[in-house]
Nanobody, 117 residues
Framework: QVQLVESGGGLVQAGGSLRLSCASS????????LGWYRQAPGKQRELVAT???????NYADSVKGRFTITRDNAKNTAILQMNSLKPEDTAVYYC???????????WGQGTQVAVSS
């Protein structure tokens, strides 16, 4: 059974930092592209950042220079370090694991991030 479990969300003031973690089980973690997505109330889910199995990263323009995605294949964990948070970063953040070769696509349950002004 595949599981992706996010943690680390919470309430923070603007300018603060949070570190989100995504712990996985049931997949060959190192073969997957890992991603963080977010969905604010009344809006569609959007890409925040991804990291491929080879370590290549990609970021939404809105978070470039503030957020950093990393992965630890030994611990089957993906991390999203979020600095200089803004109220517009408020959303539920979801972890995603995707593998093209097997068309496998898994999601976590989400973790709430709220940034106050």
């Amino acid at each position: 059974q595949v599981q992706l479990v996010e943690s680390g969300g919470g309430l923070v003031q603007a300018g603060g930092s949070l570190r989100l973690s995504c712990a996985s089980s049931g997949i060959i973690f190192r073969l997957y592209t890992l991603g963080w997505y977010r969905q604010a109330p009344g809006k569609q889910r959007e890409l925040v950042a991804t990291i491929t199995s080879g370590g290549t990263t990609n970021y939404a323009d809105s978070v470039k220079g503030r957020f950093t995605i990393t992965r630890d294949n030994a611990k089957n964990t993906a991390i999203l370090q979020m600095n200089s948070l803004k109220p517009e970063d408020t959303a539920v953040y979801y972890c995603n694991a995707f593998r093209v070769a097997t068309v496998s696509d898994y999601w976590g349950q989400g973790t709430q991030v709220a940034v106050s002004s």
